[in-house]
C-alpha cells in the first residue's frame, strides 16, 4: 500500500490549496480516508475524515473552511482547504484506515507535505 500525497506550499492568510492523496494497493472507496496534521511541537491531529460510504466530519477548526472529497476513478482523496490561517501551518499526511487479516486495525500513512500559510 501507498500513499502518495502532494499539493502542500506556500499560501498567504486567505488563500487556498488543494491536497491530493493518491492511492496504491488499497482502493480508496472502500476505506475509511482521512487527513491528518502535525505541526511543531503539536501532536498530530485528525482534520478531515471520509468513510466508504461518502459521510464526512472535520475537526471544529476547519468545519466551513476545508472539504475532503475523492475521486473513486483516479483513487484518490483530496482535502480543498480555503480562508487558510497562519494556524494551519503543518506537514499533513493521508491515512488509509484498514483491518489485518485477524480483524484488528490497521493505519497506512502517507509521507506528508507541508502546507505554510504566512500572515
Known amino acids: 500500500v501507498q500513499l502518495q500525497a502532494s499539493g502542500g506550499g506556500l499560501v498567504q492568510a486567505g488563500g487556498s490549496l488543494r491536497l491530493s492523496c493518491a492511492a496504491s494497493?488499497?482502493?480508496?472507496?472502500?476505506?475509511?480516508m482521512g487527513w491528518y496534521r502535525q505541526a511543531p511541537g503539536k501532536q498530530r491531529e485528525l482534520v478531515a475524515r471520509?468513510?466508504?460510504?461518502?459521510?464526512?466530519n472535520y475537526a471544529d477548526s476547519v468545519k466551513g473552511r476545508f472539504t475532503i472529497s475523492r475521486d473513486n476513478a483516479e483513487n484518490t482523496v483530496y482535502l480543498q482547504m480555503n480562508s487558510l490561517k497562519a494556524d494551519d501551518t503543518a506537514v499533513y499526511y493521508c491515512?488509509?484506515?484498514?483491518?489485518?487479516?485477524?480483524?484488528?486495525?490497521?493505519?497506512?500513512w502517507g509521507q506528508g507535505t507541508l502546507v505554510t500559510v504566512s500572515s
Open positions: 491515512n488509509a484506515e484498514s483491518l489485518t487479516a485477524w480483524g484488528e486495525p490497521k493505519n497506512y
Open positions: 494497493g488499497i482502493t480508496v472507496s472502500s476505506k475509511a
Open positions: 471520509i468513510t466508504s460510504g461518502g459521510s464526512t
